[in-house]
């Protein structure tokens, strides 16, 4: 494939797994009216050399790869592998058995895209506002501060203002070192997302932004666990799956729970999940079902009604975090403004006391 066409394939690629659910739901309605899976895709072939180069490069691949009636084969790179693991369960059922998995996954990724746009909200805000606040310390640094310091001698700066001189001189003398420090940090934070394991990072899983991280995925895990056992796929089966196409994180915490879930001392599947990947109110959700009368359908409830209450609840610790950075900025201002100020007047008072030591 020539570069423009792979270019233009991966832009296709990209436009329907943003609009993935409503090509679930199309492929879904005609499924259910016994339209074949190939004839489906061989019209959004014939579509797309009509309309977009790109569109039909990617159909025309699906095409290749359907060819043995796999949907999920066809979808290998298009979409998350969260949605392949149920396509790929679903798909054994039949084309009506497929049709119905398509509607729920069609309704649940609408669900699983918002709470998407609120995580990435809940770190996109933080973000901006730490780089204006950095931006205003430096301005303040190497702008303000340098012109009192000219006019008065740092040493005859009242204590506050002596203190803002010293973040001013850190900042000019040690700034980019800073930077290059908290950019290394964020990147390292990045990493270790689905990455860290062990006792630390469980403890701080429990505090924000790890937290962050957890809910979204310990909710995501429970979407996905309960759609599989939806489609008759047993618990422990459901999360072999998943640990095959999780992160090194995920996979630390599904080992665990298979673990627990084949010890003698884990009479309900409640208690297996107990391993930190869930947040407090889902982990209790999770134990009440295990002991219900009928603890698959209860599960497979858990994971339908969870996404709203999750994206409730990154909303609620995306506003603490806001809020807490909102504070440490408005104080640290708060106090260079103070600083600034209080400098500025002791350099009032020492230039008009000049003239009444001349007439003296």
Known sequence: MQIIDWILFRAAAHRLKQRRADFYY?????LEDKVPLF???????????????????????????????????????VVPTTELILIDAIQGSGDTGLARGLYFLSETVEKVDRMIATVRKAVVYPLILLVLFAGLMTGFSLFAVPVLADLLPPEKWPAIGRGLYAVSYVVSHYGILIALGVVALLV???????????????????????????????AMLIVSISSLM????????ALERATRFSSPWMRWHLREILSRLS???????????????????????VQDASE?????????????????????????????????LMAVAGLTLAGMMAGFFATAFEMQSGIQQIPTVQTR
């Open 292 to 324: 219900r009368r009928d603890p698959i359908a209860a599960f497979v409830k858990i994971g339908v009604g969870s996404i709203d209450r999750i994206e409730r609840s990154i909303q609620a610790s995306a506003s603490r975090l806001n809020s807490t």
């Open 188 to 218: 390292a934070f990045g990493v270790s997302l689905p990455r860290w394991q062990g006792p630390m990072r469980r403890r701080l899983d429990r505090l924000a932004p790890y937290s962050l991280y957890r809910d979204f995925s310990g």
């Open 39 to 77: 004839t489906i895709l061989r019209k959004y072939e014939a579509r797309g050399r009509t309309r977009s180069r790109g569109d039909a490069l990617l159909y025309r691949h699906m095409l290749r790869e359907a060819m043995g009636g796999s949907l999920s084969q066809s979808l290998i790179g």
């Open 263 to 285: 010890s003698e001392q884990s009479t309900q599947f409640g208690q297996a999940f107990s391993t930190g990947v869930l947040n407090g109110a889902l982990e209790d959700r």
């Open 26 to 30: 199309d492929m879904a309605s005609a």
């Open 230 to 237: 939806r489609a008759g796929v047993s618990l422990r089966s």
